[in-house]
């Protein structure tokens, strides 16, 4: 009996490294998917920007189409749908919550986190304030029909599926929960150019000497950056010689830490205690994790949060905020803090610090935890539901 072949769909729009932890998620999905399913056919839609960063070679059982609309947008909500239906789809899979409403076709979507449900506060947007409100209805009417018509709900993490039982009563055996990954920055990247990387001239580069502790992502409200700051600057006026070195594309709300730290530096002549290199690339950012003493993540929420795990992976300790999916994701391997006591923070920075002998039991400790997550998996459990629906 020969298999029926099925036409399956990935809203690839958030694929590379532009999109952080989402377009690193979507990207390994697709590229992995590709790799191991050689019997349906699959129908990629990218954006203008990343289009031609997917290489699909001589793949017949590939198409790519480019769907030059932006995420979030009304076009995505009237237009998208257009392209889904021209393809005659069997699935779509939508790998964030932007799923137009008037999908035709079936589909399921990963859900990472509801930071945005959970954090509804204009000081997150730089939008006028009626402007946020009427896109924050609209984002909770998207994601609400999302969870409501998806054939299956995929999560990262179990606190994340427990947000959404919770707060939008969906029921529990509708959610899949599936680890993300963690692998080499650098995989895929030429090993020739890689080999040629020498550490010290890129910390030069950024003006980065040791000992220094780092931080890698963005710069929204609920990342806790202030508190990072002012914790870290009270902390290094008692132990002169640190710094911090903070990593991310500079933005409205980078800019914004940037100011405050810039105004505690000038005030308490700090010089040289903080540096934000902007966006690095992923081969560079290898070499920073590894230079790094200590990685501090002072989140107050989190679906999954993979910069911890990037650190551990790299053989650098983790200084973690205890909020949120942490705990559920980092194990062991991380020490922990209450992300709004400065005391805590202090406390366990020193402990750090103080004991290399801690240090090397969290890497090591970090070692076993990153068994759980690899990217293979994650697609390969991803792939099963799509052969589960469409069986």
Same mark, same amino acid.
């Given at each position: 009996m020969i298999k029926e072949t099925k036409k399956i769909g990935i809203d690839a729009r958030f694929y590379g490294p532009f999109a952080k932890g989402l377009g690193r998620y979507t990207q390994e999905i697709v590229d992995n998917i590709l790799k191991m399913d050689k019997e349906n056919h699959y129908v990629i839609f990218l954006?203008?920007?990343?289009?031609?960063?997917?290489?699909?070679?001589?793949?017949?059982?590939?198409?790519?189409?480019?769907?030059?609309?932006?995420?979030?947008?009304?076009?995505?909500?009237?237009?998208?749908?257009?392209?889904?239906?021209k393809e005659k789809l069997d699935l779509i899979h939508f790998t964030h919550f932007n799923v137009p409403i008037f999908c035709p076709t079936k589909f399921i979507v990963t859900i990472h986190d509801l930071i945005l449900t959970k954090f509804k506060t204009v000081r997150a947007t730089t939008k006028h304030p009626i402007v946020y409100n009427l896109k924050d209805f609209f984002y909770r009417l998207v994601i609400k029909s999302a969870l409501k018509k998806s054939e299956k709900i995929i999560t990262v993490s179990n606190f994340t599926k427990n947000d959404i039982v919770e707060q939008f009563k969906i029921k529990p055996d509708k959610i899949k929960v599936i680890y993300?990954?963690?692998?080499?920055?650098?995989k895929g990247r030429d090993s020739l150019f890689i080999a040629k990387l020498n550490k010290d001239e890129i910390l030069g580069d950024y003006h980065i000497s040791p000992p220094y502790f780092l931080y890698v992502g963005n710069a929204y409200p609920h990342k806790n950056l202030e508190f990072l700051v002012k914790s870290f600057l009270e902390w290094r006026s008692k132990n002169p010689g640190f710094k911090l070195v903070m990593i991310g594309k500079e933005d409205f709300f980078y800019k914004r830490v940037k100011d405050y730290a810039e105004e505690i530096i000038t005030k308490n002549k700090y010089e040289n205690s903080i540096i934000f290199?902007?966006?690095?690339?992923?081969?560079?950012?290898?070499? %920073? /994790?590894?230079?790094?003493?200590? *990685?501090i993540f002072p989140s107050l929420y989190e679906g999954f949060g993979l910069?911890?795990?990037?650190?551990?992976?790299?053989?650098?300790?983790?200084?973690?905020?205890?909020?949120?999916?942490?705990?559920?994701?980092?194990?062991?391997?991380? %020490? /922990?803090?209450?992300?709004?006591? *400065?005391?805590?923070?202090?406390?366990?920075?020193?402990?750090?610090?103080?004991?290399?002998n801690l240090r090397q039991e969290l890497v090591l400790a970090g070692k076993e935890v990153l068994k759980k997550y690899n990217w293979w998996e994650?697609?390969?459990?991803t792939k099963e539901i799509y052969s589960q629906l469409l069986s």
């Open positions: 954006g203008r920007h990343n289009f031609d960063e997917l290489i699909i070679g001589n793949n017949k059982n590939v198409k790519k189409v480019l769907v030059d609309i932006k995420w979030y947008s009304l076009k995505e909500q009237f237009f998208f749908p257009y392209y889904i239906w993300e990954g963690v692998s080499n920055l650098s290199t902007g966006y690095v690339p992923d081969e560079k950012l290898e070499i %920073l /994790y590894q230079g790094a003493m200590i *990685y910069p911890p795990l990037e650190a551990l992976f790299n053989s650098c300790p983790v200084l973690s905020s205890k909020a949120a999916s942490m705990p559920e994701i980092i194990q062991g391997g991380a %020490l /922990y803090f209450d992300p709004g006591n *400065y005391s805590d923070f202090s406390e366990k920075l020193n402990a750090l610090v103080g004991d290399d994650c697609a390969f459990k």
